[in-house]
T-cell receptor, first 116, second 112 residues
Framework: DTGVSQDPRHKITKRGQNVTFRCDPI?????LYWYRQTLGQGPEFLTYFQNEAQLEKSRLLSDRFSAERPKGSFSTLEIQRTEQGDSAMYLC??????????????FGEGSRLTVL | DAKTTQPPSMDCAEGRAANLPCNHSTISGNEYVYWYRQIHSQGPQYIIH???NNETNEMASLIITEDRKSSTLILPHATLRDTAVYYCIVRASQEYGNKLVFGAGTILRVKS
């Protein structure tokens, strides 16, 4: 395992459809983050998990968005009834919180969503 | 977390040092300064972080002023592959793994 992997890398969908993104963090990492990034902007925090517990959600995470990390390993981010404004890069990051914590987040390559 | 201010863009000649400034005048005592960069179409990548002492690693050096209100990231010999957006982030209490709050960053263009 060499890093955080995200799937799919690209998704094109029609408005109103549901989409799901998957993130596989670095295997020993207990914390997992989701961010969203639109063109020309820095990443915006959406939510994060400590193991399977979702500890914080941004106001950006409307009720159409849901994230899970059922077994404290991989995570999914689902967007229901997509809108054109959901078009963005969705980034996942992981870190190890604990005795060996360095403060570093490891990011995946992102999943780019285009809503037509 | 304290807010940071960075110039929107900078140019640097290949082989020269790139010095990227960051202001964080409202930083508090337990907040660390982190630098990440994002190369086009990739996720952000950690570069370096510090509390009050200067730090150096294989990628860069971080110089934090004595009053901690500003810092400079130094890439000693910039290459074309260093062209990226550089984010300066202030973050409290590294032991608790607080989220990173990104600003717009500085676009660094390294030119041959």
């Amino acid at each position: 395992d060499t890093g955080v992997s995200q799937d799919p890398r690209h998704k094109i969908t029609k408005r109103g459809q549901n989409v799901t993104f998957r993130c596989d963090p670095i295997s020993e990492h207990n914390r997992l983050y989701w961010y969203r990034q639109t063109l020309g902007q820095g990443p915006e925090f959406l939510t994060y998990f400590q193991n399977e517990a979702q500890l914080e959600k941004s106001r950006l995470l409307s009720d159409r968005f849901s994230a899970e990390r059922p077994k404290g390993s991989f995570s999914t981010l689902e967007i229901q009834r997509t809108e054109q404004g959901d078009s963005a890069m969705y980034l996942c990051a992981s870190s190890l919180v604990g005795a060996r914590y360095t403060g570093e987040l490891f990011f995946g390559e992102g999943s780019r969503l285009t809503v037509l | 977390d304290a807010k940071t201010t960075q110039p929107p863009s900078m140019d640097c000649a290949e082989g020269r040092a790139a010095n990227l400034p960051c202001n964080h005048s409202t930083i508090s005592g337990n907040e660390y300064v982190y630098w990440y960069r994002q190369i086009h179409s990739q996720g952000p990548q950690y570069i370096i972080h510090g509390l009050k002492n200067n730090e150096t690693n294989e990628m860069a050096s971080l110089i934090i002023t004595e009053d901690r209100k500003s810092s400079t990231l130094i890439l000693p010999h910039a290459t074309l592959r260093d062209t990226a957006v550089y984010y300066c982030i202030v973050r409290a209490s590294q032991e608790y793994g607080n989220k990173l709050v990104f600003g717009a960053g500085t676009i660094l263009r390294v030119k041959s």
